[in-house]
């Protein structure tokens, strides 16, 4: 009773689970032995058995049950006999088979369910495939009847009495195709599927294939085209040349150096006919005219993103309507645009630390939030009053001139307020233009900006600054979800747009900013903005800053940080670059570290700055090789005109190579000037700049020097900007930051301990000394060196560009042997970006020094 209850206990405390496993082991187990027995079947063991007598079996000496062939013995011997012998041949290891399923899929407590038609299925290919065998038995005597089991002869031999031999075997024919199709069926589909997705693969790559052939055959169109018109530029100067044979000579000097610029810009505008003809260069042209490309499309889609910023649906704003009025007849809607949602205090914070965790080369603390000032008063008030107050001069002085407007609607922004017109259909909207003065000395409003229509829309808007206007303090526009959770590289959120929403744009896209305006029109305190922005985004080891500041007070204050963020000449103790000779220096050393930063590329075979860090930083790029990882560069210069006016050309020329190639390997430049006049702007730099920014100028010319049209002249200053990326134009009130708010982050950061070394710009002198990389003149001599001597010579300029144009080769290439010809003694050293002297002065005294070249040589 006792031993009942106990062994009642032991299996009574089993849980379900466990003995689902006993069970389903025990079942594989049946399986697992009979699916042996069917194995180790041997014809001949039944009859051992049968000769046994039940002593025999049962007794202790196992004799002559060892003589049993089976490997479970006279139970395999009996099962096998069942099952192969009687059944369905060796098939019937579907059964044991089913048998292990069964118990595994107890073992594993899963629903039995669907081995079900499985099982189904089995049992019938087992009949079916045992009568198969067993008709091939029977009429062919091709397979052993332990293949089809002694069921399987006995359904084949019945089948076969009924529908004779041919019938049957079309039956079994049939059965065995649709049992296959069964079986298949699923698999089949998705074959075919998968056949589909192939064909459609191979023509995606044909279609690629296509496109990159067009884009091939169509940039050889444009190569072709650039040196007809190269060839072109040739004749006109060789014309040019003749006629100045014919004029005396001491004015030649005049006009040659009337000519530099045009050639110059030349080579500027066609990066990818330098590195023609030369195979190490090839990928580094590529790297460029992708990026040009890529320039060329984001400004595309820019202008499309300007545009349809300006087609933007009134019912975006529409909700934040706040009055609307109708004392006349005519009805005007005031409208507050809501702006940007704000985010939450410590969101930024919060996002810097988890940021600054995962860059553990240096300890770094981004600023916090709470160093910026709140605004006092958040939200824009409206001065309803005023606002009809302008509606009825508008309206009173155009109805003066005829002009029937049908509703206006007013949006008022932080400094201006957009008065849009609808005027009566015939009315033409150019008209309206004309009478831009009379308007303004009606409103007496000083800024009156007229947009007859506004870009895209069958409407005139007439912008009138506000009487009292809003400070857009620069946390307003830091610390929006805009802001926080952009995830631009180099984010610029420069202030607010009309409709009081956050203007941002990434820097690495736009890929270089042009400022201008007046003394006191806000740059340097857009410059801040800059700053502050990138400071707040990015962290010291993704971005170094090249501070050039000809007044020498304006980025003064950035001094502070220059352990962290500056990058300067190697040697300078100044981290701010004040003076032009160090001006001109940093910047033709920025060439070349932009012309390393594109050997690096190349080496990692990655197109992009992006590309190349993530490689480098996922390892795939040995540090012993050369390669690190490479922070952004902003460059900022504010005052361009004070270098420009001292070392003109030697200060354009590298600002322009690299505004032109530095993009992808991440150099910005922000340049700012005061006095937007042609010989500061100048064409070259003007057409590799797209993105300008204008504040207030003194003149429509000056607008136009900067913008390309009107517009600037009529901004009412302090912060007050016109935005434009080649596309339309973005009318913006520049987010302030005070010089305080600059000290409190720069001791924030400045207070931090930096790297123990200061990111250092390479050192130029490898370029202008005769040792170094220079080849030596006698060694691996270029074949063109002599034609390039007779060049040189002939026109008494150590130019590398004059051998590019002459002998058709490549920046490289021509370099390369104007350091043999240096090294030869044929021109004289490095002078920066002017051409270097040429020291042999004839084609006499250059074959005698061509002569003793080749006697060393020998
Ligand atoms: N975004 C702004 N919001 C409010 N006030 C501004 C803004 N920008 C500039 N100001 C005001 O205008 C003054 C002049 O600005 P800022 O010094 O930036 O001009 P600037 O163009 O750099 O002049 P300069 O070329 O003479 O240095 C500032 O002291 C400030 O009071």
Redesign the pocket.
């Known amino acids: 009773m006792t031993q009942q209850t106990n062994s009642g206990n032991i299996f009574g405390g089993l849980s379900e689970s466990r003995k689902m496993e006993i069970i389903g082991i025990l079942i594989m187990a049946v399986g697992g032995l009979l699916g042996l027995s069917i194995i180790t079947y041997d014809p001949g063991d039944f009859a051992v058995i049968q000769s046994l007598s039940n002593d025999s079996l049962f007794a202790l000496d196992q004799g002559p049950v060892l003589r049993v062939q089976n490997a479970l013995g006279i139970i395999g011997a009996y099962l096998a006999q069942f099952f192969v012998h009687l059944l369905f041949g060796y098939m019937s290891i579907i059964v044991p088979f089913f048998i292990i399923s069964y118990g595994w899929f107890i073992f594993r407590d899963r629903d039995t369910s669907p081995l079900l038609w499985t099982t189904a299925y089995g049992i019938w290919s087992m009949v079916l495939f045992s009568t198969i065998l067993g008709w091939m038995n029977i009429n062919y005597d091709l397979v052993s009847s332990v293949w089809s089991g002694s069921s399987g002869i006995a359904t084949a031999q019945g089948l076969q009495k009924f529908t004779a031999p041919v019938g049957s075997i079309i039956i079994l024919t049939v059965f065995f195709i649709t049992t296959l199709l069964a079986f298949l069926d699923r698999d089949l589909q998705q074959t075919v599927e998968r056949c589909k997705e192939w064909i459609a693969g191979i023509k995606a790559s044909f279609a690629e294939w296509k496109e990159k052939r067009r884009q091939r055959k169509e940039a050889k169109r444009k190569e072709k085209k650039q040196q007809e018109q190269q060839q072109k530029v040739e004749q006109q100067r060789k014309a040019e040349r003749q006629a100045q044979q014919r004029t005396p000579k001491e004015t030649q000097p005049q006009q040659q150096s009337r000519q530099e610029p045009e050639r110059k810009e030349q080579q500027y505008q066609e990066p990818e006919e330098q590195d023609e003809g030369e195979d190490d260069s090839q990928s580094i042209a590529d790297i460029v005219a992708k990026s040009q490309k890529q320039d060329r499309e984001r400004i595309q889609q820019e202008k499309e993103d300007v545009q349809s910023l300006e087609n933007r649906p009134r019912a975006d704003i529409e909700k934040n309507k706040v009055a609307e009025a109708e004392e006349d007849d005519v009805d005007i809607s005031v409208y507050v645009g809501e702006g940007d949602e704000q985010a939450d205090e410590k969101e930024l914070d919060k996002q810097n630390k988890d940021k600054a965790k995962e860059i553990p080369r240096v300890k770094y603390k981004f600023p916090t939030i709470d160093l910026l000032d709140s605004p006092p008063n958040e939200g824009n008030d409206v001065d309803l009053d005023e606002i009809k107050e302008n509606k009825r001069i508008i309206l009173d002085k155009l109805q003066r001139h005829n002009i029937e407007i049908r509703s206006i609607n007013a949006i008022v922004g932080p400094t201006v307020t957009l008065y849009e017109l609808d005027p009566a259909p015939d009315v033409k909207i150019s008209k309206i233009e004309s009478y831009a003065n009379d308007l303004k000395m009606a409103t007496a409003a000083k800024g009156l900006r007229i947009m007859a229509p506004i870009p895209g829309r069958s409407a005139v808007g007439i912008e009138v600054p506000n009487g009292a206007r809003e400070?857009?303090f620069i946390k307003t526009v830091i610390n929006t979800k805009k802001f926080v959770e952009s995830d631009h590289e180099l984010p610029l959120a420069f202030?607010k747009t009309i409709e009081n929403d956050v203007f941002m744009v990434d820097l690495t896209k736009m890929p270089h900013l042009l400022i201008a305006?007046?003394?006191?029109?806000?740059?340097?305190?857009?410059i801040n903005?800059i700053i502050t922005c990138l400071l707040y985004k990015c962290h010291p080891d993704d971005l170094k800053f090249v501070m050039i500041d000809p007044?020498k007070i304006?980025l003064s204050l950035y001094q502070k940080i220059e352990d962290h963020f500056l990058a300067t000449l190697p040697g300078e103790d100044e981290p701010i670059v004040t003076d032009t000779t160090t001006a001109q220096e940093t910047l033709e050393s920025l060439t070349k570290e932009m012309d390393e930063r594109y050997d690096l590329l190349k080496e990692g075979m990655v197109r992009n700055i992006q590309a190349y860090n993530e490689k480098f930083d996922n390892g795939e790029l040995d540090e012993e090789e050369g390669h690190r990882h490479l922070p952004y560069i902003v460059v900022l210069i504010d005052e361009l005109a004070d270098l420009m006016m001292t070392a003109g050309k030697q200060i354009e020329e590298p600002i322009a190579r690299l505004a032109q190639l530095a993009r992808a390997v991440g150099i910005h430049l922000v340049v700012a000037t005061?006095r937007p006049s042609v010989n500061v702007i100048t064409g070259t730099i003007k057409a590799n700049f797209p993105a300008r920014m204008a504040?207030q100028v003194a003149s429509k010319v000056d607008s136009r020097t900067i913008l390309d049209t009107g517009g600037a002249d009529q901004l009412i200053?302090?912060?007050d900007m016109l935005f434009t990326n080649g596309g339309g134009m973005t009318r913006i009130?520049?987010?302030?930051v005070s010089t305080e708010e600059v000290e409190e982050i720069t001791d924030f950061i400045g207070n931090q301990k930096g790297y123990n070394k200061k990111y250092e710009l390479p050192v130029l002198q490898d370029e202008s000394s005769s040792g170094g990389d220079i080849p030596d003149p006698l060694e691996d001599i270029d074949e063109l060196f002599e034609s390039a001597a007779k060049v040189i010579v002939l026109h008494q300029q150590g130019s590398v560009s004059l051998l590019q144009r002459k002998l058709k080769i490549g920046y490289n290439r021509a370099g390369r042997i104007v350091d043999q010809l240096f090294n030869a003694g044929i021109v004289g050293p490095y002078q920066g970006s002017t051409a270097r002297d040429v020291l042999v002065e004839d084609e006499e005294e250059l074959e005698q020094v061509l002569d003793d070249l080749d006697e060393f040589e020998r």
């Open positions: 400070t857009v202030g305006g007046a003394t006191g029109s806000g740059k340097t305190v857009g903005t007044k304006e005061q504040y200053g302090r912060g009130q520049n987010a302030f």
